[in-house]
């Protein structure tokens, strides 16, 4: 147990480690599988942190499931179920939802071809509100037409067939195919969705400058420079600039490269990290891990307070860590909650008997 927590990273360690097998597995001998999984799970058990560990293991299975990364759902699964009994059921109905999530939006989509009412290439994942990993959601995209009208026909079959449920689309998680033909040569390029609505603008024009393009597509200014440098790197757009990296000027113009050929037709040009100018990021993923560790100890400390009434320091940390399962608090950790708890008067030290504590109604 001691090697375990001893590395700070072990948590996020064993959730990439998970990663990697289950996009590898391609559904071999179920025996094998399992005794792996088993053996996971077991490793899992020692961790202290382990509200780190679900941390990165649900950014993780988000992005298995949206990239179709998994080769085996059904293994995606058992390992769910073997943390039962291990953890909070709010984390296990978060996870489970995500699965199924998959599951009813393949089937809703097989159905859909099947009854043949529109044919259109569109594939839909249906996510459930709450449940994913999803932050910085731009959903007042103005959308272009040949892009509206096919998410209104998808619309509507979906509010056919499930009445009362709301549809709000997620543009910044999608990706598509664009068919771009210049001169006598046709390319394919791979793009996510918001560099398809900032792309297809150029139908209109053969240039266009920075604010125009935010104007006609209301993407945020960041996620459009993201989204075009890789068509600047590969030559597909122009530029006055010769730093990829600067779109301070708005008035800047962007124009098609009017000669641009490639010998290669299918071309990615998915932004990547890499790729993206440095920005200062204020928002730590230990910020927001110590904040929850906080937040739940402090709601378990006051239930037992509210409870007992009385309690003294030796009952009040033995009872605080049998009911924390997601994380283990060191010493100071909780001295440093309790003393919040008597700056606000949530509890006071007995007169008498500095470690007794007395919950205040």
């Known amino acids: 147990m001691y090697l375990v927590n001893k590395h700070e990273k072990s948590p996020k360690l064993l959730a990439i480690y998970i990663d990697i097998i289950i996009r590898r597995e391609k559904g071999g001998m179920e025996i094998e599988s399992d005794k792996r999984l088993t053996q996971i799970v077991s490793l899992f058990k020692l961790l202290y942190q382990r509200d780190i560990f679900f941390n990165h293991y649900h950014k993780l299975l988000s992005k298995r499931l949206l990239n ?60 459930t509100d709450g449940c994913w990993p999803i932050t910085n959601i731009q959903d007042n995209i103005i959308r272009p037409l040949k892009i509206q009208n096919i998410l209104e026909n998808y619309e509507k079959i979906f509010e056919d ?73 590969m030559k597909i757009i122009t530029r006055e600039k ?13 124009k098609l490269n009017m000669s641009f050929t490639k010998r290669a037709k299918k071309i990615k040009l998915l932004p990547n990290y890499k790729m993206q100018p440095k920005r200062a990021n204020n928002d730590t993923e230990e910020n927001e891990e110590n904040e929850e560790n906080q937040q739940s ?53 007995d007169e008498t008997d500095l470690n007794v504590y007395h919950y205040q109604n």
């Not at 199924?100 to 939006?105: G, K, V």
């Not at 709601?299 to 009434?309: A, F, G, P, S, Y």
Request: net charge negative; proline share 1%.
């Open 68 to 127: 179709q990364q998994i080769q085996n759902l059904q293994l995606e699964k058992q390992l769910i179920q073997k943390f039962k009994g291990e953890v909070g059921t709010n984390v296990l109905t978060k996870l489970s939802t995500m699965i199924q999530d998959i599951e009813l939006s393949n089937r809703f989509n097989i159905n859909q071809s099947i009854s043949k009412n529109i044919q259109f290439d569109l594939n839909v994942v249906l996510l």
């Open 297 to 349: 100890y402090k709601q378990r400390e006051l239930v037992i307070d509210e409870n007992k009434k009385t309690i003294n320091h030796h009952e009040l940390l033995q009872n605080c860590q049998s009911m924390i399962s997601i994380f283990r608090p060191d010493q100071q950790f909780i001295k440093n909650r309790i003393e919040s708890l008597i700056e606000r008067s949530y509890i006071v030290r």
């Open 242 to 254: 010769q730093d990829i990296e600067d779109f301070s000027d708005e008035n800047e113009v962007l």
């Open 161 to 233: 067939q499930n009445k009362g449920r709301i549809l709000e689309w997620y543009f910044n998680l999608g990706q598509g195919e664009l068919i771009y033909k210049m001169q006598t040569e046709k390319y394919f390029l791979n793009v996510n969705t918001m560099q398809m609505i900032a792309f297809l603008q150029f139908n209109k024009a053969d240039s266009f400058s920075i604010k125009q393009i935010l104007d006609m597509t209301n993407i945020d200014k960041q996620i459009l420079e993201n989204s075009l440098i890789p068509f600047v790197c």
